[in-house]
C-alpha cells in the first residue's frame, strides 16, 4: 500500500505555535512519567521538513 504525504503551509507565528504545542505536551507527558517516543518523533521531524516559500 502506498503511503500518503500530507502538506501543510504554515507562517513563522503558527510555525512557533506548533513547536511550542509539542514541547509542552512533551514536558507534560515527562511530568507524567510517561514515554514521549510519539512526540520526539513529530517534533523532529517537524523542525526538519523542508521549507518553501510560496506567494498567496
Same mark, same amino acid.
Given at each position: 500500500?502506498? %503511503?500518503?504525504?500530507?502538506? +501543510?503551509?504554515?507562517?513563522? $507565528?503558527?510555525?512557533? #505555535?506548533?513547536? $511550542?504545542?509539542?514541547?509542552? /505536551?512533551? &514536558? &507534560? /507527558? +515527562?511530568? #507524567?512519567? %510517561? ?7 513529530? /517534533? ?5 521538513? %523542508?521549507?518553501?516559500? +510560496?506567494?498567496?
Amino acid at each position: 500500500m502506498k %503511503r500518503k504525504d500530507y502538506h +501543510i503551509y504554515l507562517d513563522e $507565528q503558527e510555525y512557533s #505555535q506548533v513547536i $511550542q504545542s509539542l514541547v509542552t /505536551l512533551k &514536558n &507534560n /507527558l +515527562i511530568a #507524567q512519567g %510517561r514515554y514521549t517516543d510519539a512526540v520526539d518523533d513529530v /517534533l523532529i521531524k517537524f523542525t526538519k521538513a %523542508r521549507k518553501k516559500k +510560496i506567494t498567496v
